[in-house]
Every structure is written in structure tokens, then in C-alpha cells.
């Protein structure tokens, strides 16, 4: 059985051909007819313990795309909250007869136990632990990195050899930040992180990236600068930062964004906190790339469902077939 549980297990071309597969399946995207036959009679559940908007929504899409029979698992309103483990609801799954699980979860680390358990045969997604790991995100932002950076055709079988990523914020609590250095450096592309030194994590000077604590001096060298959140969720109040001080160092308003390079951009993986962060100027400018890795993000989820349960069939030959 496979399974996406981080983009650390990724290799250069694993992860080019998931970006290579995910443009063909934009390109079903913008037919008319956006269905696949490819996950026909297989079952996907959507496993949820922790909030989400955009990475349910997508994957759901995304199932739907190819075809797959959708359950969707929301922790609240479930046996969860009568004190039910993640051993006894894996079985209950388990029992119904389920190919995917796609898992969100408030644990670092509860998507490798449920693929390592033996609780449960089926191929397990990470779709975001603690503050582990979000592959399926890391890929969206490489996708849309390489599409603005290299091109949408151009950047057929290509990595990110030499591009300049920024990673600007949170970076403590943020998994989106751990998967995006793993799977920007074993894409080629030179990271570094910006953060306050409190909301670094130790250990964060062994990562393959370099680290700043100088915004202003970074900007000019980024081809992409991706802002994270301020999890204030995962915060003890005593450590929150104020907005003022926060914004003033590490936030990017349109003074700051005027020092990037002319074809840089920005990225948010959402949901963004604006004038905390990100200015509602920056977020709405047309330099902003937040709703296209929306976008971008059902490709993707479709790309990694057919890797990992679609059989051998050429997804291209699939998609002939639903045409005629
Ligand atoms: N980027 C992301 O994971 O957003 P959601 O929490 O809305 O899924």
C-alpha cells in the first residue's frame, strides 16, 4: 500500500511527475465536461479532526474529478467526541470498506500511525498534521511556482533549480513551512526563512534553507515570497505577538512588496490573516497568488489520488475516454 504522509519522502522526480500529472489534470479542469472515470467504484473518506476550508473542499473536488465515492468525516458532531480513538474509528472505516483516507489531524504524526497501524488497509493522504507536515500543500505552491516562474508549458518535466523562495512568519507552528523547505530543496530551489526568533523552532538551523531576520534585505532576492499565518490557535496568549509590532517587522504592505524583483510573487497558503501578515492591498493585487493555489490545489489532490489508486492507465488516454 502507498501512502503521501510527508514531502520529506519525496524524491526530485517523484515530485516532478506528481507536478507533471497535475497539469494534465488542469487541463480537465477547464473542460466542460470535468470528470474522470479513473476512481470509478473506489471509496475515498475524508477524515477531519481539525477545522479546514480549503484542503477538504479540494480533495472532495478533486475525488468527485475522478469519479471516486466520497465519505466526508468531520471530527465534530461524530463519536470523537464521546472520547472514540483514532484505532476504533480507523476500524470503523475500515469495516465499511474505504481504498483512501484522506486525514487531517491535530497530532504530528497521526497519519504515519494510521498508515503503519495495520488498522486499516487503504492508502493514507496527509492533508496537514500538527505542526508536522501538509505535502499536498507544498506541492500546490511548487506547481504554482513553477507555472509563474518557468511556465505552464515550459515548465513540463522541470524543477526549481536555482529559484529564490521566502518563507516569511510563523514558522514554528506552521507544517506548511516544514513541507515547503523539504520539497523546495529537493526541488533545487535556494529557501530561506524570515521570522522572529521566538517563532522559529530550535533545530530550525539544521533545515537545508538559510534563515534571516531582515525582511526588507531578503525581498530584493526572492523570486517568491510565501507569508504564513500567525497561529494563534496553537499559542500560549502570554507568547501572542501584538499586530502593530508583528506587521511593522514581518509583515508585507505595498512598500514592501515595491522592493521585490518586478516578477516576483506572493504567496499565502491561506487562510491569511489580513493587516496582520499581509495588507489587504497586497492580498488583492494581481502579484498575490492565494487564489490560484486554491485552484491549483484540486489539480494537485487529483494528481495524488491517481498516482496512488488509479492503476497503470495513462491519465491522458482516461480523459480521452471521457470525452467520446
Ligand atoms: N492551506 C490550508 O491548509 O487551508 P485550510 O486549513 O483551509 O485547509
Redesign the pocket.
Known sequence: QRHLISAADLTRDDAVLILDTAEEMARVADRPIKKLPTLRGRTVVNLFF?????????FEAAEKRLSADVINFSAKGSSVSKGESLKDTAQTLEAMGVDAVVI?HGASGAPYRLATSGWIDAAVIN??DGTHQ?PT?ALLDAFTMRRRLVGRDTGLGQDLAGKRITIVGDVLHSR?ARSNVDLLHTLGAEVTLVAPPTLLPVGASAWPCEISYDLDAVLPKSDAVMMLRVQRERMNAAFFPTEREYSRRYGLDGDRMARMPEDAIVMH???MVRGMEITAEVADSGRCTAIE?VAN?VSIRMAVLYLLLGGNEPAVTQSRTTDS
Open positions: 481539525e477545522d479546514s476550508t480549503r484542503t477538504r473542499i479540494s487531517r492533508a496537514g501538509h500543500q506548511v497558503p491561506g487562510p493555489q490545489g
